[in-house]
Structures are given as structure tokens and as C-alpha cells.
């Protein structure tokens, strides 16, 4: 449909650029803000795109189809209704900060690249800041801290929760805990911010139930909220997850409307729950398929296993599928085998650690979930069994696959092949497709 | 079956070491030919298996049920027969050297760990090897060239194929072969091996159809030939690859006799043809299966798809299914697509380049193969090409998958995820399950 009208409204400075290049902007390996920024307003408006910048859609009327807008650009802040034939709603999600004192007037947050930009200026131009305190010890919060360090600065996380990265089992994040401890990062666990002292207008220390940090800045990393109020006026529904409900189509419950990206739902098609999962390559397939389906195409989002992975001080942590915790939760009959490996044919140097943890189902032998927690380049590994927990492959025919082997790369048994070998034992399973 | 007993006749000296790790010792990456030995003979006599080392197997009387083996360890090499209910035959494959002037008697052979310590011997004992020819440009010819460079030596490869690395197309072993000749390693391609010239009883030149090449030392990595003789003569079907016929359960066509590994045909899933593929990853698989089948157990090999990799000069290979050149030759009607990528986030340093190519059947868009090429860990990634391939994933379903992410890892889409969104769109069909 090359003829469609598109008109793209953005509320900041910044379209189309990866927020998961964030960290290593903060960190400085990368130079500058605008590297990370895949398409520019100008390369949309090249491609026939009409692009209303520093503008935010403020009410939808789905009656009349049309969108209000206001433009934050202006100071007196018009607004005027645009008219839509089919509206996306792409907003995200906000950071999620609770309301207490003194947190929101001196905690950074880094969702958006020009809060980036604004705290590395400040990371830079102060030369007082030497203490960060980060809260939230997730993807984010983990790899700003990394980030912080790798600066010279000295970083606290603090997260009330007892482990660091709730989508890993609690046993193999504590290795993790590890490593970042080693590179010098302070990790308090269990510990829960109350409020943060100032001093001239300056963060100085951050009070918790459990103590006192001294703290030049801090970082905010504790989750995002989706952006679903104005759909919502317009009556969209809106799930338990707290994000938009979609169907395959992207289409939200309110005609005329679609949605994609961190303020839906997703199917986890494991646990058979709706999700709100906000990564970015949730966002990009399901704004592929609303922009096909949107034209008047054909496609459809299937929904996702719990994929991720990031790296951390030179360890890799990947994940899919089901945790043991979340597997218990559902109350899953199922089995799961945890073992120690190496990254690479164990008797090269460099070998590499690497905590390996599988689960499958018992009676069908269905692979529910993997982890993979250690040094070497083993990340990407995870994606095998992320398309065995997708399509519903079993252990007993996963072990035997044709995977590939060379001894840069791991042992002649594949990890994830032994994990689902040793499940297919316990289970008392044949090998065989 | 704890009760069988298991007897196993091995010619050589060593039991159960990674031949893929060969090259890496040669290399001087690993001191000792032992650390290559998984199990020992005394371990695998320490639970229970008896074991003949030096013994090779000559003749089997299928009726009688009896192995005829020699003991080439006495002086004498006395023979007898062992009884057995049920026999596997796992003896490998021998490298294939052409009966040409001075090329037996000079050319060092690889193929197993006693070889390589021969070999070894003669490059550290010897001051005079500075040039080494090596003939043959497949996985192990070029392993060994970069690791004699590694050594401080000259290498030149010399191959009668207009291409290093047969197993991926032309266009993709080009840039792979510039890398070689960027690490000093000389490569004559489309040039045949006619004699060598020795003086003294010591290498000197090695003649070819094109020109003489100096050579104190040649190594021959010419590819190998199952080793189906003694099987053959009982009556064990060969099939045209010269490798020995087998059913899932790994049985030969003659009652009591199984077999397993480098000297077996295996079904290419992808290309419906029957294959000898000497890897080490199938010999595991199929000795696991082989060894549960004999014991009375439930087992089947599905067979392979072509998954293969390796790691050259920091550069990685990939490979899974078919190439351009096999579909071709196979008259399948597919569509392909061929890009260059990075292997992190391009914003990110050393991102890496990565050529990438994929193909699919059209009408079904079901995956026939992939191919990555490139600096940066990509190599692992095929193993979801290759799942792909054996499950008969479409690349309509595939470009949806819950790949991971991370910019560490690559790009937001997946390289496979694009090499798939790619085809759809050239396959006409649609993005969905």
C-alpha cells in the first residue's frame, strides 16, 4: 500500500534508535548519543513519512478516528486533532518509580535517549560525582552499573529483592553476583529504598531499611510501567499485565486501532499466560506485523517463549522458556538437570565456565526452559532451545539434532544436547524422534 | 544391561580422543597428546569393559559369530577369534592418499592421535622444517596450515579444487581465503599434485601441474575413506558412498552386526539422499544410539543435515543444509539470499562482518540451508539454522521465532531472522505461523 498517508508522532528529540545501546553510551564505548539512533526524523520524511516531532498524542476519539495531539516543541503547547484510518499505538512503557521522598526529584532515569544523554552530561561535567547508587537490579540496572564502573565511579545496587536478575533461578544468579562483586560493584540484596537526604539541592545519601549510602547520583532501573492511558480512554482494553490487549493481528479490542511494542500483551506460549514482555525484538516483529496487517497484508505475532539475554562484566547470562521458580508457580509436572561445562573443547586454554539448567516436561519430555549463566561467548546457544520451547520439541528428539561441533566452540556433545540428554534419562525417555 | 560383557579391540595406541582437537595440538595450543584422551583404556577397564589396544580386526564370521583379531603389538602378531553376540563396528575412516611418486612415503597424515604426535615430533625435532606444503584446502588441511603458522612456519595449500573449503559456495570461501593469505598462509587452488622430490631420503620439493613448490615436511589432509573392509567381506552391504548401509537403530544389513561413526551412511534430511558425513558429533550420536539399540534399549539416529563448523585465523564458518551448489545440483527450485552483516550491534567497536546467505524451497518457504562467514562469534548461530532445517521450519515461521537479543549479540533482528524475512518477502508469503 505505497499510496497510505503515514504520519509518525514522536514525543521526544530522538526516532527509532536502540535504548538497549543505553548502557555502553553511559559507559562510553560508544561516543555519541546519536550513533545509536537507527533512522533519523529526515530519513523517515525521505521515504515519504510525515514525522510531527517533540508532539504527544494526548486523546484518541476512535468515533471520529481521530487523535489529539499537542506539540511540546511550542510553548503555549497547541494541540489539534490529526485524523487517522488506522491508528498503531507504539508509546512504550515509563520507568516505574515510587512515590517517595526525594526519590523522583534526584533519581535518574535512562529509558529514553535524551534521559541518556542528560545523565551522562551530568556524569561528565560533575566532577563530585564519584558514588552512584543504582536501584534495580535487573537487565538495566545491571549493565548501567557495569557501565558506571567501567567509568571509574564507584556503584552500589541496591534491589529489595534477595538475588540479582529475577529471570534467572536465585541459585545461578548468585555466580553472576559473584563476578559483578569481583569487578567491584556492591550489590545489597534485600534491601529496600526509603527515601533519598539532599544537601543544597544535591543527592547525598540514599536511606534504606537496612541502612545508609552515600550516593552522588542516583540511577533508576526498577522496571517500566506500559503506556496505555490514552488507548485506554478510547476504551482499549487493558489486561491483568497492566499492557494493552492485542490479538495475533496486533489489533487492540477498539476497531480501528492497533498496538505493538512494550505497552502490549504478548502470549507466552510455554506458560500459556499473557505477557507483557518489553524488549526491543518483541517490538520490532509486532510492529513488522501491524504495519503488514495495518497495509491491508497478511502476518500474524505467535507470541514468545521468555527469550534474553545480556553480558556482564565478560559473563553471558541467557534465558528462555521457564525458570524452576516459574515452573513451580504454574505447578508444572516437570523434571530439570543443572551441570557445570565449558564454553569451549575443555582441554583448550580459556576454556570457560558455563552453568547449564534445563527443564522439560515430564511424560512428553517438551523442553520448558534453559539458562545459561557463565564466561565464554555462549549466549546466543540459548536460541536452540528457544526454538525447542517454541515449536514444542521434546528432549529425547533435541539431543539428537544435528547441531554444529568444533572445539572452539564447545565439547562434541552440544550443552543444551546434555542437558536434554540427562533430562531424557531421568525421564525415562527413548532418544529417538 | 550392566550384565553384558562389553569387549572392545582398538588397533592403535590411544582410546577415545578428540581428533577435531588434532590441529590445536599440532598448533602448540595443547602441550600433551593426552590431554586430547577422554577415556583412558585403564578407565574404561576400571568400569568393567575389557579392552585390547594394539589389536586390530581382521575378518568376521558372521555365522559363527566370531571377530578375528591380531595382536600388532607381539612381535609374532598372533591372531585368534573372539565370540560375540552382538558386534559394533566403529573403526573410522582412513585418509585417502593417491599412489603418486615419493607422496606416500613423504606426505604426513593426521587423521589419528598417534600421527599427530609423529608429526609433531618431526616439526619440533627437526631445525631444517621451515616450509610445509599441505594438500588439501577442506576443514582439517586448513586447521592444520594456521596452526604450522602459528608455529613460526611457512605454509602453502595446495588444492585441485578451484576453492578452499568445498563444503560452503565459492563466493563465500573467498573472503575466507583472503583471510588465510592475510595470515601468511599461501594458497594454490585449482593445481594438482603430480610427485615429490626428495635428496637424502628428505622431502625437497613437492611437483605440481603448475609449478614446484619447496616442502621439508608435506602434510596430506585429502579427505578419507570408511573403513568397511573386514565388515564387507561378512557381508555388510556398502552403499554408493562407500560407506557402510545402516537402519536408525545403526544395524548393517548382515543379522548381529552394527556399526557406527566415519565408516556409516547417514540420511541427509534436507537433501533426501543417503551420506557419509565423518564427523564427530554423529560418530557420538550414533555410538550412543549403536550402544542402547545392542543392549536391548529404544533408540533411533534421525540422520543429519550438514551442520558444520570451524574457526580460522579468528575467522568463523558456518554451515547447515544445502549450499547454492547442492540445491543447483539437486534441481530443487528454492530462492536465496545473500547479505553482509555485523556479528554485534553495528554501533558497537569490532562489531565484525559477517556474510550471511540462506536459502528456501519455494511455494513452502521451508529452510534448505545456511551459510555464515565471518569474524565475531557467529559460528554457533547455525545450530538454529539447523534446527530449521531438520524440523522443515519455514522461513515465514522462523523470522518470528523468539530469537534472543542483546547488542553484545548482534542486531535487534536476528541474522538468520533477516536471512528469513528476506526470503518471505521473495517468496511471496507471509510472516506468520
Known amino acids: 500500500m505505497p499510496e497510505a498517508e503515514v504520519t509518525v508522532v514522536e514525543r521526544g528529540p530522538y526516532t527509532s534508535y536502540s535504548m538497549c545501546g543505553i548502557p555502553y553510551y553511559i559507559g562510553g564505548l560508544i561516543g555519541d548519543a546519536e550513533d545509536l539512533v537507527v533512522r533519523t526524523p529526515e530519513e523517515f520524511r525521505a521515504?515519504?513519512?510525515?514525522?510531527?516531532?517533540?508532539?504527544?498524542?494526548?486523546?484518541?476519539?476512535a468515533d471520529a478516528r481521530t487523535v489529539r495531539v499537542r506539540d511540546l516543541g511550542a510553548d503555549e503547547r497547541p494541540q489539534r486533532d490529526l485524523p487517522y484510518d488506522a491508528l498503531l499505538w507504539a508509546a512504550g512503557a515509563h520507568p516505574d518509580v515510587p512515590d517517595l521522598p526525594g526519590l523522583r526529584r534526584h533519581g535518574h532515569v535512562v529509558h529514553t535517549l535524551d534521559e541518556a544523554v542528560h545523565l551522562r552530561a551530568h556524569l561528565e561535567s560533575s566532577a563530585q560525582v564519584e558514588r552512584v547508587v543504582v536501584v534495580g537490579s535487573g537487565y538495566v540496572g545491571l549493565e548501567i552499573a557495569e557501565a558506571l564502573v567501567q567509568r571509574g565511579m564507584r556503584a552500589t545496587i541496591i534491589d529489595r529483592s534477595p538475588q540479582v536478575m529475577k529471570t534467572i533461578d536465585a541459585d545461578l544468579a548468585r555466580p553472576l553476583q559473584d563476578q559483578l562483586e569481583a569487578r567491584g560493584i556492591a550489590v545489597r540484596l534485600g534491601e529496600s529504598v526509603l527515601e533519598v537526604?539532599?544537601?543544597?539541592?544535591?543527592?547525598?545519601?540514599?536511606?534504606?531499611?537496612?541502612?545508609?549510602?552515600?550516593?552522588?547520583?542516583?540511577?533508576?532501573?526498577?522496571?517500566?510501567?506500559?503506556?496505555?492511558?490514552?488507548?485506554?480512554?478510547?476504551?482499549?482494553?487493558?489486561?491483568?499485565?497492566?499492557?494493552?490487549?492485542?490479538?495475533p493481528q496486533m489489533r487492540t479490542t477498539v476497531d480501528g486501532i492497533w498496538a505493538a511494542g512494550d505497552c502490549v500483551e504478548s502470549t507466552d506460549l510455554v506458560a500459556g499466560q499473557r505477557v507483557n514482555v518489553q524488549l526491543g525484538t518483541h517490538a520490532n516483529k509486532q510492529g513488522k506485523v501491524?504495519?503488514?496487517?495495518?497495509?491491508?497484508?497478511?502476518?500474524?505475532?505467535?507470541?514468545?517463549?521468555?527469550?534474553?539475554?545480556?553480558?556482564?562484566?565478560?559473563?553471558?547470562?541467557?534465558?528462555?522458556?521457564?525458570?524452576?521458580?516459574?515452573?513451580?508457580?504454574?505447578?508444572?509436572?516437570?523434571?530439570?538437570?543443572?551441570?557445570?561445562?565449558?564454553?569451549?573443547?575443555?582441554?583448550?586454554?580459556?576454556?570457560?565456565t558455563v552453568h547449564v539448567r534445563m527443564l522439560a516436561e515430564r511424560g512428553t519430555g517438551r523442553v520448558l526452559g534453559a539458562?545459561?549463566?557463565?564466561?565464554?561467548?555462549?549466549?546466543?546457544?540459548?536460541?536452540?532451545?528457544?526454538?525447542?520451547?517454541?515449536?514444542?520439541?521434546?528432549?529425547?528428539?533435541?539431543?539428537?539434532?544435528?547441531?554444529?561441533?568444533?572445539?572452539?566452540f564447545g565439547g562434541v556433545w552440544d550443552l543444551l544436547q546434555v542437558a536434554a540428554r540427562k533430562l531424557t534419562k531421568e525421564l525415562g525417555l527413548h532418544p529417538q524422534i
Not at 201 to 220: F, K, N, P
Open 47 to 61: 521515504a515519504g513519512i510525515t514525522v510531527h516531532m517533540r508532539t504527544e498524542a494526548v486523546a484518541i476519539d
Open 197 to 247: 537526604h539532599d544537601a543544597d539541592g544535591d543527592c547525598r545519601e540514599v536511606i534504606t531499611d537496612r541502612g545508609r549510602h552515600a550516593a552522588d547520583t542516583i540511577v533508576l532501573a526498577m522496571g517500566h510501567r506500559p503506556n496505555v492511558d490514552v488507548p485506554a480512554g478510547a476504551g482499549c482494553a487493558v489486561g491483568p499485565t497492566g499492557a494493552l490487549v492485542v490479538d
Open 290 to 352: 501491524a504495519g503488514i496487517v495495518v497495509a491491508g497484508g497478511d502476518a500474524a505475532f505467535p507470541g514468545v517463549v521468555g527469550t534474553a539475554v545480556t553480558k556482564l562484566c565478560d559473563w553471558e547470562v541467557a534465558r528462555t522458556g521457564l525458570t524452576i521458580a516459574e515452573a513451580d508457580q504454574l505447578g508444572l509436572d516437570y523434571a530439570a538437570v543443572t551441570f557445570t561445562s565449558s564454553a569451549k573443547a575443555g582441554y583448550l586454554p580459556d576454556a570457560g
Open 371 to 408: 539458562q545459561l549463566v557463565g564466561s565464554g561467548p555462549i549466549a546466543k546457544h540459548i536460541d536452540v532451545a528457544a526454538v525447542w520451547c517454541q515449536l514444542g520439541v521434546a528432549v529425547q528428539q533435541a539431543q539428537l539434532l544435528d547441531l554444529s561441533y568444533a572445539p572452539p
